[in-house]
């Protein structure tokens, strides 16, 4: 796989994982009644972007992307008020939209370290000319140093989304845990050289380096975006 920073192209995924990246797309909304936010099921196959080198045959691989906003039908308004869509459109400047992947670069913070367990924000930022926002939960698989996947499980946390509205330069992160202790029939964890990162309600990635031994099969815990590059 090209080691780059750059967004790459997602559509030469297993249908496997096809499916569950666009079911995520269209699916993804949480409404005001949704207390629990659900984790995402995994996917396993063969991954491979259009324009990097194949990902190893039968390597698993869990790809979970985010939520869109929610809806803002039935919201109260005062009397005479006018609707931010429409005072944009008023004052002639374009409502924000979300943030696609081409607009944004991804890193991984400072690792927090105790007892095992490991905290890191993982920080988008909005790198272009134009103010977009994200919202929800961003997709993730851990590559080894030959940029084969290795076997990744996000988790989301029952944490409430809220959109984040990023200026130009401005960034936002998501707090990832995972451990570094093997459990169960662990014996050894894999050591991963760099993170695949999806943004929430995308389907093409960036990449960045990520050097850690994520045990727990895999698993790694997720908090919905929050503004900021710090946990």
Known sequence: MRRSNGAGSLPAFSMMVAGVLMASVACGSVTPAQRSIPPAGNAAGDARPADAAPIATGSAVTAMTGDTAPATAGEARTAGAVPAAGAAALSGAAAPGRCRTGALSARV???????????????????????????????????????????????????R?????????????????????????????????????????????LTTPFSARVCGDGRIDLTPAAPGARL
């Not at 370290?113 to 939960?137: D, E, I, M």
């Not at 080894?144 to 989301?156: F, I, Q």
């Not at 707090?175 to 999806?198: D, F, K, Y």
């Open 109 to 159: 913070g400072r690792v927090d370290a105790g007892a095992g367990q490991r905290y890191a924000p993982l920080v988008l930022t909005n790198r272009s000319t134009r103010t977009c926002w994200v919202y929800g939960f961003p997709g993730l698989v851990t590559l080894d140093r030959n940029g084969d996947a290795l076997r990744t499980r996000p988790r989301r946390e029952n944490v």
């Open 161 to 205: 989304p809220q959109r984040v509205t990023l200026r130009p330069g401005a960034s936002a992160h998501f707090r990832m845990h995972w451990t570094e202790v093997p459990s169960g029939r662990e014996t050894t964890c894999p050591a991963s050289a760099r993170l695949m990162v999806i943004p929430p309600d995308e389907t093409a990635y």
